[in-house]
């Protein structure tokens, strides 16, 4: 099983700034990895396919890189609706496994 | 405009079983593989089953491999999650969510989960 692991757990931010979360996968997962931005009661909302594709209707401040077994996602300047939790997920291979998740909190 | 609805969560227990379903709209749904992902109480997500869109290819989740069916219904648009020998920590809201496929040349296709539903509340408790 592939293990994917982000850091930080939590991140403090002020509106404006910059976040930057991080994804390891422990092999290979080529560019198939998605981030997605979960609020408190809603449904995960996708965000990044393809390690850096964004998906419909998704703010350009948001922003993926990476292959292999090393993502990021950048939020260039945080918004109020922005604080939120936020997986990332390896679609390379069975059985699909997400990160713990980053909380984005307001600093 | 896709839209994805759940049903079928209550409470249960232990040992028993429980049967959701996903009601699917707003795209050709025997073309999509669809997902089972869950979420403990105040814990992440955690995948837990694809089914293709033919129906001839399922995965699961070693933590439910024996006793969770996954199981579609191209004609009424519905794709649904048997869950037998449940246990406490099966308690999760459940969601489908539909795998939209990117092809890689030479590799295949891959696919993320686009479209989620709202959620299905599972409680396995006595």
């Known amino acids: 099983e592939i293990v994917t692991t982000q850091s930080p757990a939590t991140l403090s931010v002020s509106p404006g700034e910059r976040a930057t979360l991080s994804c390891r996968a422990s092999?290979?997962?080529?560019?198939?990895l998605a981030w997605y931005q979960q609020k408190p009661g809603q449904a995960p909302r996708l965000l990044i396919y393809g390690a850096s594709t964004r998906a419909t209707d998704v703010p350009a401040r948001f922003s993926g890189s990476g292959s292999g077994t090393e993502f990021t996602l950048t939020i260039s300047s945080l918004q109020s609706e922005d604080f939120a939790v936020y997986y990332c997920?390896?679609?390379?291979?069975?059985?699909?496994?997400f990160g713990q998740g980053t909380k984005v909190e307001m600093k | 405009e896709v839209q994805l609805v759940e049903s079928g969560g209550g409470l249960a227990q232990p040992g028993g079983s429980l049967r959701l379903s996903c009601a699917a709209s707003?795209?050709?749904?025997?073309?999509?593989?669809m997902d089972w992902v869950r979420q403990a109480p105040g814990k992440g997500l955690e995948w837990v089953s694809d089914i293709s869109g033919s129906g001839n290819f399922i995965y699961y989740a070693d933590s439910v491999k024996g006793r969770f069916t996954t199981f579609r219904d191209n004609a009424k648009n519905l794709v649904f999650l048997q869950m037998n020998s449940l246990r406490a920590e099966d308690t999760a809201v459940y969601y489908c969510?539909?795998?939209?496929?990117?092809?890689?040349?030479?590799?295949?296709?891959?696919?993320?989960?686009?479209?989620w539903g709202q959620g299905t509340l599972v409680t396995v408790s006595s």
């Open positions: 707003g795209f050709t749904f025997s073309t999509y593989e």
């Open positions: 969510a539909r795998g939209f496929p990117v092809w890689i040349m030479g590799s295949g296709s891959y696919s993320h989960f686009d479209s």
């Open positions: 092999q290979s997962v080529r560019s198939n």
């Open positions: 997920q390896q679609y390379n291979d069975w059985p699909r496994t």
